[in-house]
C-alpha cells in the first residue's frame, strides 16, 4: 500500500512584491519518485527549500497545511526544524561542490551529520559512512573518507553528496536537479543509484528537474510547474500519452525526440515568455502563450480531472483539449 | 569535386598546468592528432564529455588558440596566416553562455555593430541599417537595440550573439554548445532559428554539444572525441543507428530520451573517469571499456575506415 509521506496543500511563496509559488499543492508517496518539472524560475526549487525550512530570510510562506508523515511543518520551530532535516529528510543539490565544505575531509562532514542526530562515537559514525560510500558504489571507501571534496570528480562528489543524505537513513530525498551539471554516462550512473538505493531503502523522492527525459525514466508522478503553480499532475505514463495543459503539451513537442521529430524539422517550440506575476495575478498565466486561449481565460481557472490521478489547471475541458 | 571548407590536419593541443603552488607542472593533452573536414553546407556536431577537448578544438578552429602542432586551412588557406579581419569575415562564434559573452556595459546595437566596426569603412547609416536588418532577421525587434544585455532574457541574448556572429555574413558559425544554458523551450526556439539562418545565408556549422538528443537534430555529420581524440565519425543517421565504437554505444546508451517505460540505461563503463594530465596507455578509452581485451591496454588502436565514417578501435579493426 501507498501512503503520502509528503503532503503539501496550498504553498504560497512570496519574495516582496513578486508571487514566486502560488498554490502548489503535491504529495510523494513513500518508496516512488515524484517528479517536480519545469523551467527556470517557476518555483520548484522554492518549492523544495519552503519544505525543507531552508527557505532565505526574506521569503514568506504560506500554506493550508504541510504534513510530513502525518506531522505539521507549518509552524514548527527552527529547532525542531533541524532536528527533521539531514535526519528523516535530507537534500541533494545540482552542484556538489558548493555544498560540500572544502575544508573538510569526506569523512569529517558525512561523521558530522551521524553525530548530530544520532550522537554515538567518532569512530561508528566513521564507520558508518564507510559503509554508505560502499553502498553509493565508490571504490576503496576507506581512502575516500581522508580526501576533501576537490580531489574527487563531479561524479564522484555527487556520490558522496547522495551518501551523506543517507546517513540517518531518510524516509524522504528531496533532490534538485541532481545530475544537471553532469555527462550522460555520469547522469545515467547516479539515477541508477538512486533508483537501486529506492528499493532497497524504500526511499521517498522528490526529484526537482528541467530535463523531460530525466522524469520520464524515473518519475512515477510528476508534476508540472508554470508561473508559480502546478498546472498538471499525473502518473507519469499517463502525463507523457495524455498531456492535458497545453503548456505541458508545448514543452513535450520542444524536445528532440529520435524517431518522432524528423532530423532538420522544426521542433515544437513556445512563442513568448513567462510573464511577471504578483500576488494579485488573475487568470492564467500561460494565456498570452496558449493557442487555445478564450477570453475566460483571464477569470479564474478550475482544476480539472482528465482521469484518476491526472488533473490540471485550465479552462478548458478534457474533451475539447483531447479535439485540439 | 570541392574542396572542404574546414580541414583540421592533424592538430595536437598540450597545456601545461600547476596543479598547485609547490606541485610540478603537469602536461594537459587536450586534443591530440585530430583531423576532419567541414563541406560547404553541412552541419558537422561534435560529441564527447567534458575534458574530452572539444572546445578546445573549437578555439583552434577559430583562430583563438594557435595550435602546438597541425594545421587549419579555412576555405583553402592557412588559418595562421590569415589576419584577424579575413579570420572574421570567414568563421564567427556563437558561445554557450549567453550571460558573459555579450559585454554587459555596451548596448546591443553596439555589440551586433563591433564585427562591422572591427572591418572599417561601414558608413554609420549602413552600419545602423544593417544592425537592424540583423536583429529583426534573428527575432528581435530593432527597439532592442537600444537596450543592455541585462535587460534581455537568456533566449533574446542568444539570438543577439547570432546577430553579432552574422552580421558580416560569415561561411561558417562555430556554435560551441548554444543552447544548454537555455530553457528547453527557448532552446527549441533558437535551434529553429539557426536551422532557418543555414538555409537562408547558405551557412556551414560546426556545432559542439553535449547533448546527443540535439547533434542527432542538427547535425549532417558527427564526430565523437574522447580524451582529445576523435574516436569515431559518421554520417549521422549511420552514426546513430550503427554506432561502432563501444564509447559511442555507451554514449547513446546514456541518453534518457522522454519515453516512459524505459527506465535508466546501464552504461557498464564503471568509475574511471577520463583525466587529460594522465591519458592511459593503448586505447585511451579501456580502463572504461565494457569489452576491451588485453591488446587494448598495450596498443593505441589506428583508424579503420568503413565508407565514409571512421573508428578507432582494436575490436573493429579485427572484426
Redesign the interface.
Same mark, same amino acid.
Given at each position: 500500500m501507498t501512503s503520502s509521506l509528503l503532503e503539501v496543500d496550498r504553498l504560497d511563496i512570496g519574495f516582496g512584491p513578486l508571487a514566486a509559488v502560488r498554490g502548489a499543492s503535491l504529495q510523494v508517496r513513500r518508496g516512488e519518485t515524484h517528479c517536480l518539472v519545469g523551467?527556470?524560475g517557476c518555483g520548484k526549487s522554492v518549492t523544495a527549500l519552503a519544505v525543507m525550512g531552508l527557505l532565505p530570510r526574506n521569503a514568506t510562506r504560506k500554506a493550508v497545511s504541510m504534513r510530513f508523515d502525518g506531522q505539521e511543518l507549518m509552524g514548527l520551530d527552527e529547532k525542531a526544524m533541524s532536528r527533521l532535516r539531514g535526519d528523516r529528510m535530507a537534500m541533494i543539490f545540482q552542484e556538489p561542490m558548493t555544498s560540500l565544505n572544502p575544508a573538510y575531509t569526506v569523512g569529517s562532514q558525512m561523521a558530522e551529520v551521524m553525530l548530530r542526530h544520532r550522537g554515538g562515537t567518532r569512530r561508528a559514525a566513521m564507520d558508518r559512512a564507510a559503509e554508505l560510500l560502499a553502498k553509493v558504489?565508490?571504490?576503496s571507501p576507506g581512502m575516500r573518507l581522508g580526501q576533501y571534496p576537490h580531489q574527487l570528480?563531479?561524479?564522484?562528489r555527487q556520490r558522496v553528496m547522495i551518501a551523506m543524505a543517507l546517513m540517518c537513513s531518510p524516509e524522504l530525498l528531496i533532490a534538485d536537479e541532481p545530475t544537471t551539471a553532469l /555527462?550522460?554516462? &555520469?547522469? $545515467?550512473?547516479i539515477?541508477?543509484l538512486l533508483?537501486d538505493l529506492q528499493t532497497d531503502l524504500g526511499l521517498a523522492i522528490l526529484l526537482i528537474t528541467? /530535463?523531460?527525459? &530525466?522524469? $520520464?525514466?524515473?518519475?512515477h508522478h510528476v508534476s508540472v510547474m508554470y508561473a508559480g503553480q502546478v498546472v498538471e499532475t499525473a502518473p507519469?505514463?499517463d502525463?507523457?500519452a495524455n498531456p492535458m495543459h497545453p503548456y505541458t503539451r508545448?514543452?513535450?513537442?520542444?524536445?528532440?525526440?529520435?524517431g518522432k521529430?524528423r532530423?532538420?524539422d522544426?521542433?515544437?517550440?513556445?512563442p513568448g515568455?513567462v510573464p511577471r506575476v504578483e500576488p494579485a495575478f488573475a487568470g492564467c498565466a500561460f494565456r498570452q502563450r496558449c493557442d487555445l486561449a478564450r477570453p475566460d481565460c483571464a477569470g479564474t481557472i478550475p482544476r480539472r480531472d482528465a482521469a484518476p490521478g491526472h488533473d490540471y489547471l485550465c479552462q478548458i475541458e478534457p474533451a475539447s483539449l483531447v479535439a485540439a | 569535386m570541392t574542396a572542404p571548407l574546414i580541414e583540421v590536419r592533424d592538430v595536437g593541443q598540450r597545456f601545461r598546468v600547476s596543479s598547485g603552488l609547490l606541485e610540478k607542472k603537469r602536461q594537459v593533452v587536450a586534443v591530440d592528432g585530430v583531423s576532419l573536414k567541414l563541406m560547404q553546407g553541412d552541419v558537422l556536431g561534435i560529441v564527447g564529455?567534458?575534458g574530452c577537448g572539444k572546445s578546445t578544438l573549437a578555439r583552434i578552429i577559430l583562430g583563438l588558440l594557435p595550435p602546438t602542432t597541425g594545421d587549419v586551412l579555412i576555405d583553402g588557406q592557412d588559418l595562421s596566416k590569415l589576419d584577424r579581419r579575413e579570420r572574421a569575415r570567414l568563421i564567427q562564434p556563437v558561445f554557450q553562455d549567453p550571460f558573459s559573452s555579450l559585454n554587459p556595459r555596451r548596448l546591443v546595437r553596439d555589440i551586433v555593430a563591433l564585427p562591422l566596426h572591427a572591418q572599417g569603412n561601414v558608413t554609420a547609416t549602413d552600419m545602423r541599417q544593417r544592425v537592424d536588418t540583423m536583429l529583426e532577421r534573428v527575432g528581435l525587434d530593432p527597439a532592442m537595440g537600444d537596450r543592455f544585455p541585462a535587460q534581455l532574457?537568456g533566449g533574446q541574448r542568444q539570438r543577439v550573439a547570432i546577430a553579432r556572429a552574422l552580421v558580416l555574413r560569415p561561411r561558417i558559425v562555430v556554435c560551441d554548445e548554444p543552447t544548454s544554458a537555455l530553457?528547453?523551450?527557448v532552446?527549441?526556439?533558437i535551434?529553429?532559428l539557426l536551422?532557418e539562418l543555414r538555409r537562408e545565408f547558405g551557412l556551414s556549422y560546426l556545432f559542439i554539444s553535449?547533448n546527443?538528443?540535439?547533434i542527432?537534430?542538427?547535425a549532417t555529420e558527427v564526430a565523437v572525441m574522447y580524451l582529445g581524440r576523435i574516436v569515431e565519425r559518421n554520417d549521422?543517421?549511420s552514426l546513430?543507428h550503427n554506432p561502432r565504437h563501444p564509447y559511442t554505444k555507451?554514449?547513446l546508451?546514456?541518453?534518457?530520451?522522454?519515453?516512459?517505460?524505459?527506465?535508466?540505461?546501464?552504461?557498464g563503463?564503471g568509475?574511471a573517469?577520463p583525466d587529460p594530465a594522465n591519458i592511459p596507455p593503448g586505447c585511451r578509452f579501456h580502463p572504461r571499456c565494457p569489452v576491451a581485451i588485453e591488446r587494448c591496454g598495450r596498443d593505441a588502436p589506428t583508424i579503420t575506415r568503413d565508407g565514409d565514417g571512421i573508428t578507432e578501435c582494436h575490436l573493429i579493426a579485427t572484426a
Open positions: 523551467e527556470s558504489r565508490i571504490t570528480s563531479g561524479g564522484l /555527462d550522460v554516462t &555520469v547522469q $545515467a550512473q539515477l541508477r533508483a528541467h /530535463d523531460l527525459g &530525466v522524469v $520520464a525514466r524515473t518519475a507519469v505514463a502525463l507523457f508545448g514543452l513535450l513537442s520542444c524536445v528532440p525526440v529520435p521529430v532530423p532538420g522544426p521542433l515544437g517550440s513556445i515568455m | 564529455e567534458s532574457s530553457d528547453v523551450s532552446q527549441a526556439q535551434l529553429n536551422a553535449h546527443l538528443a540535439v542527432e537534430h542538427v549521422t543517421a546513430f555507451a554514449l546508451a546514456s541518453v534518457l530520451t522522454p519515453e516512459p517505460g524505459l527506465g535508466i540505461p546501464e552504461t563503463l568509475d573517469m
